[in-house]
């Protein structure tokens, strides 16, 4: 069954209340249930859900995202393909790290831009689904992919790319693998199924088979991954795909206003390939949306504050100085949490960030990067992936000489050189020590030897309690908390999600803490209890919801993008229009400085796809440019 479900009709809650229905009055065992979602903080949300439903039996449910249940599945299987049973999963920073050695290694430019840029290729081209070899060959990247992967098995290590490609050659080439799973896993389910991507959809299938039981639920209108390889053909060949596949529609939103939902629902009417569905509301009043044509990108952030404060109440120095407190009385309606402001390019959150950060409205920026991106955090999960596995030479190279320890820059290239030229990794290579003067020979020798301690101890230590050691031992708390106050907290919530590990056995507790931190995607970080105001592109607001949406640089060339496809680029614009619960604000400059241009702007088109009477226009007059004479006396230079 295909659940076609728009914004706000509780396509959550339908998958959540069917699994416990299963459960509760089918009396399906919960090691027969997988539900499978795109990200951590979704699938934490549904295994909330159940639990308030159906209690403890709910922690049975394989639940996760489709890198999880395919790192489980290597895990298990994994020696099939030989892998080595405790490899590691590679992180997207540590990913373009890799990359710019191997760029140079085969004598190309090695800039992390094009690192990043080679990676993103790669990954578009896998997650086809369709033989590598020649898309590679065709691209002129084969040399890059071999060597990129070779440098990753030397690690020890699998990108995100390979969990779901070794997890479908598994399934592929072990009849008797599948065979099992489709007997044990007997309900399939999935959430957002429009983002499914070719190898995605194939690892379903070879899961579900032609006669299992899958019950997927999305929302083409927002299919926006397409960047990504999602491919929401899928949900519109459901019935072609599975013959007896059924389609059901939940067409009533219980979070969006009758104006949102129309005008949203008159937009994405446009688009010529969709599913046949209608948004509907029971709500019967709601403010109008509100559409505001600003001079550019200065007014534009001035009138975001604006707004914040009159809701939340209070004016601050930036209002007077700005000339904009127009009463002492503010509607002192809402708090920070209630406001996202969304862009479609994180590019245009810049001058908002100013403008916020002057003002004293707290806010996040959600998406830039993730927590667990963050120094220290960074620095403590690198020793702990060494303690796992000595010969990840990423996270060994990056804490050798953090904190300082007399490794210089020179001489640590000369050792990552001389670990390649052996063929063996950096830690063989530092237990030789045969480049290090007699004083960095003793700084490694005490280095090796704690590493080597905590490896021996790791079975009678708590994860929080290693952690916590590690932290505090090699100094490195001390020594990042010194740069920055701030990380000490860091280090506390890094102690607090490790202690949820505390009742394991310490070398599997280790394991799955790892496995957390390296699935952990930008959007699992967002925290709805921040009272903050959310700044966010729009792809990062997919499946949140706010009372109030400020969406700025709705303009021609913005969004829609002047690269991007249309129909997709008005899915982005539906999704935006769509996380609001209560008000909509639309904000386009009429002029915007933009990638070190300044250019005059028209309104996006998708403005004029609406009604006008679902709309409430408010222009903000270009401000008046006054006379040498209107501008007062000239301050007299003390030098003249």
């Given at each position: 069954?295909?659940v076609?479900?728009?914004p706000?009709?509780?396509?959550?809650?339908t998958?959540?209340?069917?699994?416990?229905?299963?459960?509760?009055?089918r009396?399906v065992?919960?090691?027969?249930?997988?539900?499978v979602?795109?990200t951590?903080?979704?699938?934490?949300?549904v295994?909330?859900?159940l639990?308030?439903?159906v209690?403890?039996?709910?922690?049975?449910?394989?639940?996760?995202?489709?890198?999880?249940?395919?790192?489980?599945?290597?895990?298990?299987?994994?020696?099939?393909?030989?892998?080595?049973?405790?490899f590691?999963v590679?992180?997207?920073?540590d990913?373009?790290?890799?990359?710019?050695?191997?760029?140079?290694?085969?004598?190309?430019?090695?800039?992390?831009?094009?690192?990043?840029?080679?990676?993103?290729?790669?990954?578009a081209?896998?997650?086809?689904?369709?033989?590598?070899?020649?898309?590679?060959?065709?691209?002129?990247?084969?040399?890059?992919?071999?060597?990129?992967?070779?440098?990753?098995?030397?690690?020890?290590?699998?990108d995100?790319?390979?969990?779901?490609?070794?997890?479908?050659?598994?399934?592929?080439?072990c009849?008797?693998?599948?065979?099992?799973?489709?007997?044990?896993?007997?309900?399939?389910?999935?959430?957002?199924?429009?983002?499914?991507?070719?190898?995605?959809?194939?690892?379903l299938?070879?899961?579900?088979g032609?006669?299992?039981?899958?019950?997927?639920?999305?929302?083409?209108?927002q299919?926006?991954?397409?960047f990504?390889?999602?491919?929401?053909?899928?949900?519109?060949?459901?019935c072609?795909?599975?013959?007896?596949?059924?389609?059901?529609?939940?067409e009533?939103?219980?979070?969006l206003?009758?104006?949102i939902?129309?005008?949203?629902?008159?937009?994405?009417?446009?688009?010529?390939?969709?599913?046949?569905?209608?948004?509907?509301?029971?709500?019967t009043?709601?403010?109008a949306?509100q559409v505001?044509?600003v001079?550019?990108?200065?007014?534009?952030?001035?009138?975001?504050?604006?707004?914040?404060?009159?809701?939340?109440?209070g004016?601050?120095?930036?209002?007077?100085?700005?000339?904009k407190v127009?009463?002492t009385?503010?509607?002192?309606?809402?708090s920070?949490?209630?406001?996202?402001?969304?862009?479609?390019?994180h590019?245009?959150?810049?001058?908002?960030?100013?403008?916020?950060a002057?003002?004293?409205?707290?806010?996040?920026?959600?998406?830039?990067?993730?927590w667990?991106d963050?120094?220290?955090?960074?620095?403590?999960?690198a020793?702990?992936?060494?303690?796992?596995?000595?010969?990840?030479?990423?996270?060994?190279?990056?804490?050798?000489?953090?904190p300082p320890?007399?490794?210089?820059?020179?001489?640590?290239?000369?050792?990552?050189a001389?670990?390649?030229?052996?063929?063996?990794?950096?830690?063989?290579?530092?237990?030789r020590?045969s480049?290090?003067?007699?004083?960095?020979?003793?700084?490694?020798?005490?280095?090796?030897?704690r590493?080597?301690?905590w490896?021996v101890?790791?079975?009678?230590?708590?994860?929080?309690?290693?952690?916590?050691?590690?932290a505090?031992?090699?100094?490195?708390?001390?020594?990042?908390?010194?740069?920055?106050?701030?990380?000490?907290?860091d280090?506390?919530r890094?102690r607090l999600?490790a202690?949820?590990?505390?009742?394991?056995?310490?070398?599997?507790?280790?394991?799955?803490?790892?496995?957390?931190?390296?699935?952990?995607?930008?959007?699992?970080?967002?925290?709805?209890?921040?009272?903050?105001?959310s700044v966010?592109?729009?792809?990062?607001?997919?499946?949140?919801?706010?009372p109030?949406?400020?969406?700025?640089?709705?303009?021609?060339?913005?969004?829609?993008?002047?690269?991007?496809?249309?129909?997709e680029?008005r899915?982005?614009?539906?999704?935006?229009?769509?996380?609001?619960r209560?008000?909509a604000?639309?904000?386009?400059?009429?002029?915007?400085?933009?990638f070190?241009?300044?250019?005059?702007?028209?309104?996006?088109?998708?403005?004029?796809e609406f009604?006008?009477?679902?709309?409430?226009?408010?222009?903000?007059?270009?401000?008046?440019?006054?006379?040498?004479?209107?501008?007062?006396?000239?301050?007299?230079?003390?030098?003249s």
């Open positions: 069954m295909l076609l479900a728009g706000g009709t509780g396509k959550t809650r998958l959540t209340v069917r699994l416990a229905a299963l459960l509760t009055r009396h065992a919960p090691e027969s249930l997988l539900a979602t795109f951590g903080r979704a699938a934490r949300h295994r909330e859900q639990h308030s439903l209690g403890d039996v709910a922690r049975r449910v394989v639940l996760g995202t489709f890198h999880g249940f395919c790192l489980r599945l290597l895990r298990e299987e994994g020696q099939r393909l030989q892998l080595p049973q405790d590691g590679v992180d997207g920073r990913q373009v790290t890799i990359m710019q050695k191997v760029m140079k290694h085969i004598g190309q430019p090695e800039h992390r831009t094009v690192a990043q840029r080679t990676l993103h290729d790669l990954s081209l896998r997650s086809q689904g369709t033989p590598v070899a020649a898309s590679l060959k065709e691209a002129g990247l084969s040399d890059v992919y071999e060597t990129y992967h070779r440098h990753l098995r030397k690690y020890g290590l699998l995100f790319d390979d969990l779901l490609c070794l997890g479908v050659d598994v399934l592929e080439g009849p008797e693998v599948r065979s099992r799973l489709r007997q044990q896993l007997t309900h399939v389910s999935v959430d957002e199924y429009q983002d499914v991507n070719p190898v995605q959809h194939r690892l299938h070879l899961l579900v032609d006669e299992g039981n899958l019950w997927a639920v999305g929302d083409g209108d299919a926006i991954y397409a990504r390889g999602a491919a929401s053909e899928h949900l519109l060949q459901f072609t795909r599975y013959v007896n596949g059924k389609v059901l529609r939940l009533r939103s219980y979070r206003p009758p104006h939902a129309a005008a949203a629902s008159q937009v994405i009417g446009k688009n010529p390939a969709r599913p046949d569905y209608t948004l509907k509301t029971d709500q009043s709601g403010a949306v505001v044509s001079p550019d990108e200065r007014a534009e952030a001035e009138w975001v504050v604006r707004q914040i404060e009159e809701c939340v109440g004016t601050s120095h930036y209002q007077h100085n700005q000339g127009m009463d009385v503010s509607r002192r309606e809402g920070f949490r209630d406001f996202a402001v969304l862009c479609r390019l590019a245009l959150t810049k001058p908002l960030q100013e403008a916020l002057h003002s004293g409205v707290p806010f996040r920026v959600v998406g830039e990067t993730r667990f963050k120094k220290i955090v960074k620095d403590v999960v020793y702990l992936k060494v303690i796992h596995n000595p010969h990840d030479d990423p996270s060994l190279a990056r804490v050798l000489n953090r320890r007399g490794i210089g820059v020179q001489t640590q290239t000369a050792l990552e001389e670990a390649e030229r052996r063929r063996c990794s950096l830690y063989e290579t530092l237990g020590l480049t290090l003067s007699a004083s960095q020979v003793s700084t490694v020798r005490v280095f090796l030897q590493l080597e301690e490896r101890n790791l079975e009678e230590t708590p994860l929080s309690r290693l952690l916590a050691h590690v505090d031992v090699t100094g490195l708390q001390r020594w990042r908390v010194e740069q920055d106050p701030r990380q000490e907290n280090v506390l890094l999600l202690a949820k590990y505390d009742e394991m056995n310490p070398p599997e507790a280790l394991r799955q803490f790892l496995e957390e931190v390296a699935l952990a995607v930008e959007a699992d970080d967002y925290d709805a209890d921040v009272d903050a105001v966010m592109t729009i792809h990062a607001a997919k499946g949140l919801e706010f109030e949406v400020m969406m700025c640089g709705v303009e021609e060339g913005i969004l829609p993008y002047e690269h991007g496809d249309l129909e680029e899915r982005l614009f539906y999704v935006g229009l769509t996380r609001t209560e008000r604000h639309l904000l386009h400059c009429r002029s915007r400085f933009l070190g241009d300044r250019r005059d702007r028209a309104a996006s088109r998708f403005l004029s009604d006008d009477d679902l709309k409430s226009p408010v222009t903000i007059a270009d401000r008046p440019r006054r006379s040498k004479q209107e501008r007062g006396p000239e301050q007299l230079s003390f030098l």
